[in-house]
């Protein structure tokens, strides 16, 4: 008999006067058994109101549901039954964190992990587990977020619980998707609607397919989200689950507001707010509210935009949802801009920022979440730059450029490096004395809605500022698409980013594509490289180059700093052609940087280098690993070997290749040395978990792939000055409002000040001429863009095709 009685029976038994607890009831005592039987009474009471909270919960009536929860837990404490009051601590919880309460619910939550623990619940752990995942995504700690979903997954797959594991890769898919991680979540959401399918958990397969119509939704295959959300909602109705319903409605209004049908998104968000009122759903009343703000705006009716996002403003603030209060101030200064008063547009623009960044507190030091959660935010910098540049505040507007790029490869610098403080964004006397420590002319650009936003610095702290209308330009002559206009306003992107990219890929394209002529024409042929690569070199140096052309340094010496944004990443500089067909090289020595603040750091880092214990590390054509399914051999490169055994004479050292490459090799060695060069293949994979684009290709051996990828070499600690890494595409990778998430990312991050990197497959023969003749330049100009451009004329000479030497680029630290 002893096993059917609770925890609290057994004290209040041993602390009677029975003589003893052994073998049967016979030996209780009248009164003892009268309090078991008045425990059981009242355990049972609070076990109906927990199930009538249950079923109120279930229909999203919260405030019913509370008052339920709140009289079982007395009871629960009551009678001191410690799992009824984990239980019904959680539930509470749960009704807080669907009323908004966020905080509030984190301290239910916490107090039922407490006793989980405490008594060994592994269920209720994991219960409790998941909800606080739920309450920190809700207040925007994602990261802390994923820590608890993983948590909950851990202990859930140990006991076997099907539906906690769910309820796992639900919470994991959310996280996921606020951090732009879309086909992540995906993935999460199909291994959590197999559990609902196998368990018939009918409810929540509705639910998880709304959340993958979501994440459809978000990667731009609106008919497939609307697919999804319709099933959703059909589900939802079925169960009469009214939040399911809300939910469905909302995202069907959001799909079709990305198809530009406006009135239908406004007739769905208005059926999602009714219902979101009556279950008093306030974080989903505050959304239903702001996406009505936006399909007004999108209609032309200001003034009810204004309205409803000044709703779902105050709402959110109560609620404490920082997210929220962000998107309703940003939605609101768009109306505000429209309507001219650029100081309300600015005063809510900097209040959204301030949130945002600390929002980002939050994730501590994790790069990776730090750089995909900014993806969600970068638009609310640029138009607070348009909105200062609209007050010809164009300096105010630079400080704000640069708050809103490369943050979170400035904060990993500043934590490698020791700094004894984390880097604020730098102002404009800060951004002068950088620019003069470079001695060097700065060009930072900045894609805006219509506009690209081009700023030069001098050495002379001069700063100069000019805007390109992309519209009035001859590249804006193409209009949008409506249902293309409509959802790049759903997603924060403007016609300039759209013909900017566009303009990028041709130009590339152009570039590299394979000529008929041979690559020994004369120069003079090559300057009219095939109509349209021409057209589109010219047109890329008319963009970027021609606004600011008087501003730039008139000796060629004279250093140029580019700093990108977006796909201007990935535009060959050096290649660009003016009206006389003389490409830029020949004009400018060049070199890019993440951000001004970014390429300050790369300065401090280059000065604080300990004396490198051997002079180089110089690898070429290792035995080459298998890649792909099936596995196949990556090409020899037998012109990398040439390479790399020229630059190794120059440095009086053996070089590593064939089977002595091996990544344990190079590893090994990377350390110790002062200059770095990798003459290889790169690949643009994305790998692992937490996954960069790249990796470069080694010697396999043994269990080794032969593989060295971005994210390993972000873990290590170098001390070289130079890393080279001549092999295809290893200056590409994922373009983000940090910059390039790549390779070169990754050696910058491990200590290396600069980088050279190339942005498309090089010929074999033409590297071969080029980087030894870099390296002699090196030796004798120690300014590595003096020695890259140098090297780059030459090699002209040879291969005056841009495509056999335009590829390179030096990031960062010149000298």
């Not at 994602?142 to 006991?159: E, F, G, S, V």
Request: proline share 3%; charged share 20%; net charge neutral.
């Amino acid at each position: 008999m002893m096993q059917l009685f609770s925890l609290a029976v057994l004290v209040a038994i041993a602390a009677s006067s029975a003589p003893s607890f052994s073998s049967n009831l016979a030996v209780i005592s009248p009164s003892t058994r009268v309090l078991v039987q008045s425990i059981d009474t009242r355990k049972a009471e609070a076990d109906r109101l927990l199930e009538q909270g249950d079923k109120q919960f279930d229909t999203s009536q919260f405030e019913a549901a509370l008052s339920f929860y709140q009289q079982a837990l007395k009871i629960y404490q009551s009678i001191k039954y410690r799992k009824g009051e984990g239980n019904a601590l959680n539930s509470v919880g749960l009704v807080y964190l669907n009323l908004g309460h966020y905080q509030k619910a984190i301290d239910y939550h916490n107090q039922s992990l407490i006793i989980a623990q405490q008594i060994k619940d592994q269920k209720g752990e994991a219960y409790a587990l998941g909800s606080l995942g739920n309450a920190y995504r809700n207040l925007g700690e994602y990261k802390r977020a994923i820590d608890y979903h993983n948590q909950q997954l851990a202990i859930t797959r140990k006991i076997k619980d099907q539906q906690g594991e769910e309820g796992s890769f639900i919470g994991l898919g959310l996280a996921y998707r606020n951090l732009g991680y879309y086909q992540r979540a995906i993935n999460y959401y199909n291994q959590g609607l197999v559990i609902a399918r196998q368990i018939k958990d009918r409810q929540w397969e509705g639910r998880i397919i709304g959340h993958l119509g979501n994440a459809y939704d978000d990667l731009q295959d609106y008919q497939k989200a609307i697919d999804y959300h319709k099933q959703g909602l059909v589900i939802a109705r079925q169960f009469k689950d009214l939040q399911g319903e809300a939910y469905s409605l909302s995202s069907l209004g959001n799909a079709y507001f990305s198809l530009a049908d406006y009135q239908t998104a406004i007739d769905y968000h208005k059926q999602s707010l009714n219902i979101k009122y009556q279950i008093k759903d306030q974080r989903g009343e505050a959304a239903s509210l702001c996406t009505l703000g936006i399909a007004y705006h999108a209609l032309g009716d200001i003034q009810r935009a204004i309205y409803y996002q000044n709703q779902s403003f105050v709402i959110a603030r109560q609620i404490k949802d920082p997210d929220g209060e962000a998107a309703s101030l940003n939605n609101l200064a768009v109306a505000l801009l429209d309507l001219g008063e650029l100081k309300a547009a600015e005063k809510n623009l900097g209040d959204a920022i301030a949130l945002y960044e600390s929002i980002r507190k939050n994730l501590g030091n994790n790069d990776a979440l730090k750089v995909s959660i900014f993806e969600t935010q970068g638009y609310t910098y640029r138009l607070l730059q348009q909105v200062l540049i609209a007050q010809n505040r164009t300096k105010d507007a630079l400080e704000i450029a640069e708050q809103g790029r490369a943050r979170a490869l400035i904060e990993l610098l500043a934590q490698r490096q020791q700094l004894s403080s984390a880097p604020t964004s730098p102002k404009i006397e800060q951004i002068r004395q950088i620019a003069k420590h470079q001695n060097a002319t700065l060009v930072e650009y900045s894609i805006a809605w219509d506009d690209l936003y081009i700023w030069v610095v001098k050495p002379t702290g001069e700063v100069a500022f000019q805007k390109v209308d992309i519209k009035k330009t001859s590249l804006g002559n193409v209009a949008e698409d409506t249902r293309v206009a409509a959802a790049n306003l759903a997603e924060g992107r403007g016609v300039a980013t759209n013909v900017i990219t566009g303009l990028v890929g041709n130009t590339r394209a152009a570039v590299t594509r394979s000529e008929n002529t041979s690559l020994e024409n004369n120069t003079n042929t090559v300057r009219t490289l095939g109509c349209r690569g021409n057209v589109c070199l010219q047109q890329m140096y008319k963009l970027l180059i021609q606004p600011i052309a008087k501003e730039l340094p008139t000796n060629p010496e004279s250093r140029v700093v580019f700093i990108p944004h977006e796909s201007l990443f990935l535009v060959p500089f050096a290649a660009l052609q003016d009206q006389d067909k003389k490409f830029l090289i020949e004009k400018h020595t060049i070199s890019i940087a993440p951000s001004i603040q970014a390429l300050e750091l790369t300065r401090t880092r280059r000065l604080k280098l300990q004396q490198a214990q051997i002079s180089a590390l110089v690898v070429g054509n290792p035995t080459m690993p298998k890649v792909g399914e099936p596995p196949q051999q990556l090409d020899s490169l037998p012109g990398a070997e040439t390479e790399a055994k020229d630059i190794a004479v120059l440095f009086k050292i053996k070089p590593l290749t064939g089977k002595d490459a091996t990544k344990a090799a190079v590893i090994q060695q990377m350390p110790q040395v002062r200059i770095i060069h990798l003459a290889t293949h790169g690949l643009l994979d994305e790998l692992g978990e937490e996954g960069i684009p790249g990796q470069v290709a080694l010697a396999p051996a043994g269990k080794d792939d032969g593989l060295l990828s971005a994210n390993e070499v972000l873990n290590l600690k170098l001390n070289a000055e130079l890393v080279v890494l001549s092999a295809c595409d290893t200056g590409r990778g994922r373009i983000t409002g940090d910059g390039v998430i790549g390779l070169s990312r990754a050696f910058i991050s491990a200590g290396t000040p600069s980088v050279i990197v190339s942005l498309w497959r090089v010929g074999d023969n033409s590297a071969a001429v080029l980087m030894p003749e870099f390296y002699r330049q090196l030796q004798n100009h120690p300014n590595k863009a003096h020695a890259l451009r140098r090297a780059m004329l030459n090699t002209m000479k040879e291969y005056p095709n841009p495509r056999d030497w335009a590829a390179f680029l030096l990031v960062g630290e010149a000298e």
